[in-house]
């Protein structure tokens, strides 16, 4: 029986207290360092092309309109910020995976009370090909809807009114997708088995989904939703489904 007790967008919130927490930061710390790190220099580079833009956009605007450039600049660098960090979370998520994947197992370990299973270094490295497998099956399932979603926004009218919405609810679940799977995967879980349980939750992970990809969408505070989704993915997978699919295991091995 799922609890449902709790939205799925105040278990992305719990995420921001789990990141505080004694003994958990350290391994917050890498895949948010390496979201730091991947987007400061890709957005120095994109800024540096934007100059040149600028540079180039200024032979063409007349020196009594160059007072412009004080609006254009501003709203030049915000929607870089919007739309890149969007995208290049993605990329993060395939560089981060396998310490994203130990984030979620402290996190389980520390909300259940169980001792955290001893990973060296070498068992991490070990883990890459699996992991690396896991993403690639999202990708591969991502895709395929998002082109077709993409191709909605060139219809008129649908491409105005339907196409946004439908985008928003795609990428909040395809968020709920990413962040949950890496404690069902900790459990060997099949991706169609995190799918299904997902649908049935659906509510529940659009809500997480929709909160993810709003923090998302905010700059310098979507440096830190990788960790927190991840913390609140776990907190979700052990307030509602972790008893269930282990109860199962145990069934099934009698």
């Known amino acids: 029986m799922l609890d449902k007790s709790r939205s799925g967008a105040s278990y992305f919130l719990k995420g921001f207290d789990l990141i505080q927490t004694k ?105 890459i090909p699996r992991t690396l497998k896991r993403e690639w099956t999202k990708l591969a399932y991502y895709l395929p809807k998002a082109i077709g979603c993409l191709i909605l926004f060139f219809i008129p009218v649908i491409g105005q009114t339907v196409a946004p919405i439908l985008w928003f609810l795609f990428s909040a679940w395809m968020m709920a997708i990413q962040y949950c799977d890496y404690p069902f995967d900790n459990h060997k879980r099949e991706f169609t088995v995190l799918k299904a349980q997902l649908a049935q939750d659906r509510g529940c992970a659009l809500s997480f989904g ?24 776990t907190a979700l997978w052990v307030e509602r489904y972790r008893d269930s699919h282990l109860n199962n295991d145990s069934l099934a091995s009698w």
Do not use: H
């Open 210 to 233: 929709s909160m993810t990809t709003l923090f998302t969408m905010i700059p310098i505070v979507n440096l830190v939703v990788m960790p927190v989704a991840i913390c609140g993915a």
């Open 23 to 127: 003994g958990l930061r350290s391994f917050v710390l890498i895949p948010l360092v390496v979201n730091i790190v991947l987007f400061s220099i890709a957005f120095y580079f994109l800024y540096l092309q934007l100059e040149q833009f600028f540079e180039y956009l200024q032979g063409y605007i007349p020196e009594f309109l160059s007072w412009l450039n004080v609006i254009l600049w501003p709203l030049a660098i915000i929607t870089l910020l919007v739309v890149f960090s969007f995208v290049f979370s993605s990329v993060a998520n395939w560089i981060a995976a396998p310490f994203n994947g130990l984030l979620a197992e402290k996190v389980e370990c520390y909300l259940t009370g169980k001792p955290a299973p001893v990973n060296g270094f070498s068992d991490i490295i070990k883990d």
